[in-house]
């Protein structure tokens, strides 16, 4: 599969946009007409919603057309579906507000996080299984949940099913959490434990007796004080990593003023 690129006129991104227009088409369904045929168009947004998020990823693996853009709207598109759902149903009666509350809890703790990583150089964590699991968990509850009050007895039959859904789908959505959590720590832990040995290799002073960086002796491909050149520093200090822990590639090095050597 080839790495992932700079396209945005993809297939699965398309899917993508086409289900956040789609978040206050369903918001609208739900709490203003609040009538059976409104339920029904809802459901099958809700419907729309999930089919598309995984049929998304397959075409994306099979075609190669993973973005950039892509990792950011796909699981966009499922918080936002998922916090629409919750509001509507909420505001309906139909779930309890502490369920939206954790569920959101959740989410604004990943949130937080990020400029934590990105202190240390690292982009937003990939989406692991279990969260994907969580999700579609949620979005099978949220459609049987809205069906609960009609039909009698299979309305009764769907209250249950959904809750069961709803609530496994809440544990495995902190679980996957906790996931992001301890992948995150792990990553944070090896940059630190990383950095004093960085710092002493590019303090400790050339020694005289095997040459410096002014020497013609000197060892090819040294930095103009003597020390071997890193990887850049994205601001903060840190080398600009991937979240497997590795330096980001950024190609030769240029000079951007006398005597000073940067990475472009």
């Known amino acids: 599969m080839d790495p992932v690129g700079d396209r945005i006129w993809t297939i699965p991104n398309l899917l993508s946009i086409l289900r956040l227009i789609g978040v206050p088409v369903f918001l609208y369904l739900v709490l203003v007409p609040q009538a059976d045929w409104a339920d029904w168009w809802a459901l099958g947004l809700l ?3 999930g089919v598309s998020d995984w049929l998304d990823g397959k075409i994306a693996r099979a075609f190669n057309q993973a973005s950039r853009l892509g990792v950011i709207l796909d699981p966009l598109a499922d918080r936002l579906y998922i916090f629409a759902a919750l509001l509507g149903l909420m505001v309906r009666g139909v779930v309890p507000w502490w369920l939206m509350a954790i569920l959101v809890l959740r989410d604004v703790l990943v949130v937080v996080a990020l400029p934590i990583l990105r202190h240390y150089g690292y982009g937003p964590l990939p989406v692991n299984f279990a969260g994907k699991a969580a999700t579609l968990c949620l979005l099978y509850s949220f459609p049987l949940l809205l069906i609960a009050g009609h039909w009698g007895v299979v309305g009764d039959v769907a209250q249950i099913v959904g809750w069961a859904f ?28 990383a950095e004093p040995h960085d710092l ?50 950024c190609g030769p090095p240029t000079s951007d003023r006398k005597g000073a050597t940067t990475q472009p």
Do not use: K, M
């Open 166 to 193: 709803a609530i496994w789908g809440t544990a495995i959505y902190w679980w996957a959490g906790l996931l992001y959590a301890v992948q995150g720590l792990r990553l944070i832990a090896q940059t630190r434990q």
């Open 200 to 249: 002493d290799t590019r303090r400790t002073p050339p020694d005289p007796a095997h040459g410096s960086a002014a020497d013609p002796a000197a060892p090819a491909g040294g930095a103009a004080d003597g020390t071997a050149a890193g990887p850049t520093s994205n601001g903060a200090g840190h080398a600009e990593r991937d979240p497997t822990g590795h330096a980001a590639d």
């Open 47 to 49: 419907a729309f919603a």
